[in-house]
């Protein structure tokens, strides 16, 4: 049983910038974020596994960066330059076992996840 807490949401005006952090009960072998807007699917976005290699979804590459600390359980998602369809519930998923390139992360299907936390980006 791994515990992910994210934190940072809320909200932003089109343009700006905002961190995401999530924490997780213990370290993982691949941590990502990904997002679920009202009524659509969830969208994977980034992940990043315990060697620091990344991916992002083409939505966001350039715009938004993933980090993670060296001891592997906290995460990190800076989104920069945002507009209003960034709004949704991001969430934090994380793999202890699987590393990144076996995780189906661009629909968000993580072994474990947090609770969300919602970024609300007005124009």
């Known amino acids: 049983q791994v515990d992910l807490v994210e934190s940072g949401g809320g909200s932003v005006q089109a343009g700006g910038s905002l961190t995401l952090s999530c924490r997780a009960s213990r370290s993982l072998l691949c941590m990502g974020w990904f997002r679920q807007a009202p009524g659509k699917e969830p969208e994977g976005l980034a992940i990043?596994?315990?060697?620091?290699?990344?991916t992002y979804a083409n939505a966001v590459k350039g715009r938004f960066a993933v980090s993670r600390d060296n001891g592997g359980n906290m995460v990190t998602l800076q989104l920069n330059s945002v507009v209003p369809e960034d709004s949704a519930t991001y969430y934090c998923?994380?793999?202890?076992?699987?590393?990144?390139?076996?995780?189906?992360?661009?629909?968000?299907?993580?072994?474990?996840r947090g609770q969300g936390t919602q970024v609300i980006v007005s124009s």
């Open positions: 990043i596994d315990d060697d620091g290699d990344t």
């Open positions: 998923g994380g793999e202890r076992w699987v590393r990144c390139p076996l995780v189906r992360w661009t629909k968000g299907e993580f072994t474990s």
